[in-house]
């Protein structure tokens, strides 16, 4: 006999689709902010990519990325760049427990004894009584957003030698430029990102998105 549970979780969310979709938005911002620490870290430290795969520093956590980057960025001679690398590094600290708080974090309602008042938040089993909740997350995101800005302009200076800020772009899954095949040259063409695109999603202090999928062809 079928089960009728077998795909139905002990417990439902608290959250309402809008919150889910910026818990999504946070968890793509949090990768591209990983992503710009890992291209920052051979360029900053001196070290070549492979010295770092040997340390196995690329697999481990964001905060130990991030205490070495902070570290090596000390002797970085470049300013302002070298400020602005220990600011990229405080923010990710300041925002590392709400974001671990909101995936690894146990979400339910939270119940206040003063107020007597039920909210949705999140809760790691080691804090308890430090719980994080849901009407946090826009501000979370907002500050995720410079936090992927800032990272993303350092690579773009200091490790792909670009010397102007420029808007959002995609990010494609294909290497160095030249790398990118024909095929996926000719349908970013046909379907490009313009910064005046009326369907463009893009307020400030949220991840910039369409409504919609491009098409797959």
Known sequence: MKDPFEFQPGYVSPLTDKEHATIGRIAILWGQIENSVDDLLPHIS??????????QLFGKPMNQKITFLKSSAKAFPHEPYKSQIIVLCTLVDETKSSRNHVFHGMWGWRGDEKTKRVFPAARKGENPEAPFPASKLPALEKKLCKCARLGHDLVCTLVLGQLERHRQSRFFHHGAEGDV?????????????????????????QLPRRPSLYPER
């Not at 379907?191 to 307020?203: F, K, R, T």
């Open 181 to 205: 095949p024909e095929w996926l040259l000719q349908w970013s063409q046909r379907n490009p990102w313009p910064h005046d695109d009326p369907d463009q999603i893009s307020p400030i202090g």
């Open 46 to 55: 001196g070290l070549t990519v492979a010295q770092l795969e040997a340390l």
